[in-house]
């Protein structure tokens, strides 16, 4: 079990906004869109403004736009 998984650990909502990120409800972490891995916001690097949604890594932001460009 890690720290995301315990009880009393929230999902955060988050809108998404150009080089930054607004808290629209706390929470410690938000997920990845492409893996569904927790994300801790302090570690939180890559999201999409259009789609507002997180990417765990750089990989995961190239694999959901590949599968947006192949639409």
Do not use: H
């Not at 893996?35 to 949604?53: M, S």
């Amino acid at each position: 079990m890690n720290i995301f998984e315990k009880p009393g650990a929230q999902e955060a909502r988050i809108r998404y906004l150009d080089a930054d990120y607004q808290v629209l409800s706390p929470g410690s972490f938000v997920r990845c869109a492409v893996t569904g891995r927790a994300i801790p916001l302090d570690e939180l690097k890559y999201w999409n403004v259009a789609r507002q949604e997180a990417y765990v890594d750089i990989e995961a932001s190239l694999k959901r736009e590949l599968e947006f460009m192949t639409r």
